[in-house]
């Protein structure tokens, strides 16, 4: 099986940086043996203005034969593997194993020679000349255009000499674009090679869930064929694709959580001159967790969901909190947290304050019990309602802290904001908005079910006939309910401060 990629350039820049990104050195051809045969690559064309790479995998039948060992004999092309298949041919898994194998300091973007050159798109041409194709060019399609590609997915026929035949499940594809680092590209193709083929010549395990979430970073949470991805990669072993769906949905959180733009639970458009302000809401937020955490006289907090950073940013600004732990799904959320929390260049009594910890809140993690309050501020309405019961009791039933603080938009307040269409969510990764009286009742039935009792509270301006935007709930496990200000358990706070907050 064969691949190319190619890119243009001229003198001050030339195209033969190609080389230097891909550890491979124009002018020699070079081998590397693979699990499964010898993986060659060489340079067709190396000039300053046009320099292509090519990479020509050899499959060794009989190694092919021998590794299929156990369950992997189950997979589809295995009935027949020792006497005819389209292995040695067709772009797949083995294609992308080798590309991992030969390419893998290219496909992490790193390069200590031209780091700049690594970090910046380029111009790219790749070919595969067969690539099967479960669900034809228009599939193809589905997968590289939404990355930025140009697709041309060419079908083979089955038989030229016989054209009545038709075509086969196999297409030519030409990849064009000016978009992506040549490490995207590369994980690209490392995902969706064998998605594409819909199998995979090795036995898929849990530790497939995070290959995929590691090549896939930056683009396969966002990806409007994500479904179709998962499962095809993860050879449709649904709880791994279930698993890796969930983890997705949180990076999709993380990635949208930004300080500057705040798009999450804000419907405003930050160029448009309304009212409601995306940033004062998110601060209105924050400033209303950090009251209450305060009242409660919490100092170890947790921040469930901490995306990146800001909340815990706001936390280790007052030396009242003595242990802050941001946890995310995401690794990316948490080195942009690590980063704008400057934790490489804080001091040692100050980083002695904040842990970041990866980890998902459906699931119960010993690390996170035994602590004042725990926050999840805009999260629950990311989750999928069939899992809100696994986070409830990760939350309520395992981790059991003193106090809980739990934010998320009122639906109610919808129609204040000119600029969001009738019916529309405030976020496009919301899988639900809550009126105040399913929060609420929500709310009550948590406390209930985990000891907990419960407030209400008011976050940003009150409207006397939809409430205010978001809305607070602020659990205490075992206490009894505040009465000055509140009506009961569910009523909001009558105080001066947290209503303007």
Same mark, same amino acid.
């Given at each position: 099986?064969?691949?190319?990629?190619?890119?243009?350039?001229?003198?001050?820049?030339?195209?033969?940086?190609?080389?230097?990104?891909?550890?491979?050195?124009?002018?020699?051809?070079?081998?590397?043996?693979?699990s499964?045969?010898?993986?060659?690559?060489?340079?067709?064309?190396?000039?300053?203005?046009?320099?292509?790479?090519?990479?020509?995998?050899?499959? =060794?039948?009989?190694?092919?034969?021998?590794?299929?060992?156990?369950?992997?004999?189950?997979?589809?092309?295995?009935?027949l593997?020792?006497?005819?298949?389209?292995?040695?041919?067709?772009?797949?898994?083995?294609?992308?194993?080798?590309?991992?194998?030969?390419?893998?300091s290219?496909?992490?973007?790193?390069?200590?020679?031209?780091?700049?050159?690594a970090?910046?798109?380029?111009?790219?041409?790749?070919?595969?000349?067969?690539?099967?194709?479960?669900?034809?060019?228009?599939?193809?399609?589905?997968?590289?255009a939404?990355?930025?590609?140009?697709?041309?997915?060419?079908?083979?026929?089955?038989?030229?000499?016989?054209?009545?035949?038709?075509?086969?499940?196999?297409?030519?594809?030409?990849?064009?674009?000016?978009?992506?680092?040549?490490?995207?590209?590369?994980?690209?193709?490392?995902?969706l090679?064998?998605?594409?083929?819909?199998?995979?010549?090795?036995?898929?395990?849990?530790?497939?869930?995070?290959?995929?979430?590691?090549?896939?970073?930056? @683009?396969l949470a966002?990806?409007?064929?994500?479904?179709?991805?998962?499962?095809?990669?993860?050879?449709?072993? @649904?709880?791994?694709?279930?698993?890796?769906?969930?983890?997705?949905?949180?990076?999709?959180?993380?990635?949208?959580?930004?300080?500057?733009?705040?798009?999450?639970?804000?419907?405003?458009?930050?160029t448009?001159?309304?009212?409601?302000?995306?940033?004062?809401?998110?601060?209105?937020?924050?400033?209303?967790?950090?009251?209450?955490?305060?009242?409660?006289?919490?100092?170890?907090?947790?921040?469930?969901?901490?995306?990146?950073g800001?909340?815990?940013?706001?936390?280790?600004?007052?030396?009242?909190? %003595?242990?802050?732990?941001?946890?995310?799904?995401?690794?990316?959320?948490? %080195?942009?947290a690590?980063?704008?929390?400057?934790?490489?260049?804080m001091?040692?009594?100050?980083?002695?304050?904040?842990?970041?910890?990866?980890?998902?809140?459906?699931?119960?993690?010993?690390?996170?019990?035994?602590? =004042?309050a725990?926050?999840?501020?805009?999260?629950i309405?990311?989750?999928?309602?069939?899992?809100?019961?696994?986070?409830?009791?990760?939350?309520?039933?395992?981790?059991?802290?003193?106090?809980?603080?739990?934010?998320?938009?009122?639906?109610?307040?919808?129609?204040?904001?000119?600029?969001?269409?009738?019916?529309?969510?405030?976020?496009?990764?919301?899988?639900?908005?809550?009126?105040?009286?399913e929060?609420?009742?929500?709310?009550?039935?948590?406390?209930?079910?985990h000891?907990?009792?419960?407030?209400?509270?008011?976050?940003?301006?009150? =409207?006397?006939?939809?409430?205010?935007?978001?809305q607070?709930?602020?659990f205490?496990?075992?206490?009894?309910?505040?009465?000055?200000?509140?009506?009961?358990? %569910?009523?909001?706070?009558?105080?001066?401060?947290?209503?303007?907050?």
């Open positions: 099986m064969f691949i190319t990629v190619t890119t243009t350039g001229h003198p001050e820049r030339p195209a033969t940086d190609l080389g230097f990104l891909l550890h491979k050195h124009p002018d020699r051809s070079q081998a590397f043996s693979t499964h045969g010898t993986a060659h690559v060489f340079y067709p064309e190396a000039t300053a203005e046009r320099c292509t790479a090519a990479l020509l995998l050899e499959v =060794d039948p009989v190694a092919l034969v021998r590794k299929l060992k156990g369950k992997e004999r189950s997979t589809p092309d295995a009935a593997a020792q006497y005819v298949n389209d292995r040695p041919y067709a772009a797949s898994s083995l294609l992308a194993v080798a590309l991992s194998r030969v390419f893998s290219a496909l992490k973007g790193q390069c200590t020679a031209l780091p700049a050159r970090a910046e798109p380029l111009p790219l041409r790749i070919e595969v000349p067969v690539l099967p194709a479960r669900g034809g060019a228009e599939l193809v399609h589905r997968m590289f939404p990355l930025g590609w140009t697709v041309t997915a060419t079908p083979v026929p089955l038989d030229e000499h016989f054209p009545e035949w038709g075509g086969s499940r196999y297409v030519s594809l030409v990849l064009e674009g000016s978009g992506s680092t040549l490490a995207e590209a590369l994980r690209h193709l490392y995902v090679l064998p998605v594409l083929d819909d199998t995979k010549h090795y036995w898929v395990s849990q530790d497939e869930v995070d290959k995929l979430l590691r090549a896939g970073e930056g @683009w966002t990806h409007p064929e994500q479904q179709v991805i998962t499962s095809r990669y993860l050879n449709h072993r @649904w709880g791994l694709a279930r698993t890796a769906q969930e983890r997705l949905a949180l990076e999709r959180l993380a990635q949208s959580d930004d300080t500057e733009v705040e798009e999450i639970d804000n419907a405003v458009d930050e448009t001159d309304t009212e409601e302000k995306p940033v004062p809401l998110a601060r209105a937020r924050r400033t209303a967790v950090v009251t209450a955490l305060t009242r409660t006289g919490a100092s170890r907090v947790l921040d469930l969901g901490c995306g990146q800001q909340l815990v940013k706001e936390l280790l600004a007052d030396p009242r909190f %003595t242990e802050i732990v941001g946890v995310d799904v995401s690794a990316r959320a948490l %080195t942009v690590a980063r704008r929390l400057r934790l490489d260049r001091g040692e009594r100050q980083a002695s304050r904040v842990t970041l910890l990866q980890g998902s809140l459906t699931y119960t993690d010993r690390r996170l019990e035994g602590y =004042d725990a926050v999840l501020c805009e999260v309405e990311h989750v999928d309602p069939p899992r809100l019961p696994a986070v409830e009791y990760a939350v309520f039933g395992a981790a059991r802290p003193a106090t809980v603080i739990v934010t998320t938009p009122n639906v109610e307040y919808n129609v204040r904001w000119e600029s969001l269409p009738a019916g529309h969510k405030r976020h496009r990764d919301h899988r639900f908005e809550w009126r105040r009286d929060f609420r009742d929500w709310a009550q039935q948590v406390a209930a079910r000891g907990y009792t419960v407030e209400l509270r008011p976050v940003g301006p009150e =409207d006397p006939e939809v409430g205010a935007p978001t607070l709930a602020l205490r496990r075992g206490a009894a309910p505040a009465t000055t200000g509140t009506t009961g358990t %569910t009523g909001t706070t009558g105080t001066e401060e947290e209503s303007a907050a």
